[in-house]
């Protein structure tokens, strides 16, 4: 997976709180922000922490819909992702 991309020293992703008010159209795969971006969107991290990051692109997902658990996928996930499409993973996804 390394030639795909695959950063050994970085992880996947992480579960992380949404702000009450967040737009769930900003919850796509394909919409990509640096975690600054999201931190000042109101995402924070699953124990309620500040993201860090910095720079470090990420899409948010909501692969249970707007009222199950939400995560902050990294590059290493689209490397999974584009590497296995199993129906699962399109579940996990959405079509939002």
């Known amino acids: 997976m390394s030639a795909a991309g695959w950063k050994p ?3 996947w992703g992480r579960e992380v709180l949404l702000p009450p008010n967040f737009p ?41 819909g707007a009222r199950g658990p939400a995560f902050l996928v990294l590059p290493n996930f689209q ?7 199993s129906l699962v993973s399109v ?6």
């Open 24 to 64: 769930l159209s900003q919850a796509r795969l394909g919409l990509t922000k640096d975690i600054v971006e999201w931190d000042l969107l109101g995402v924070l991290g699953a124990a309620g922490e500040p993201l860090a990051g910095g720079e470090t692109l990420g899409s948010i997902v909501l692969p249970a």
């Open 79 to 85: 490397v999974i992702y584009a590497w296995s499409r």
């Open 9 to 11: 020293d970085e992880g």
């Open 91 to 96: 579940e996990f996804l959405g079509d939002s």
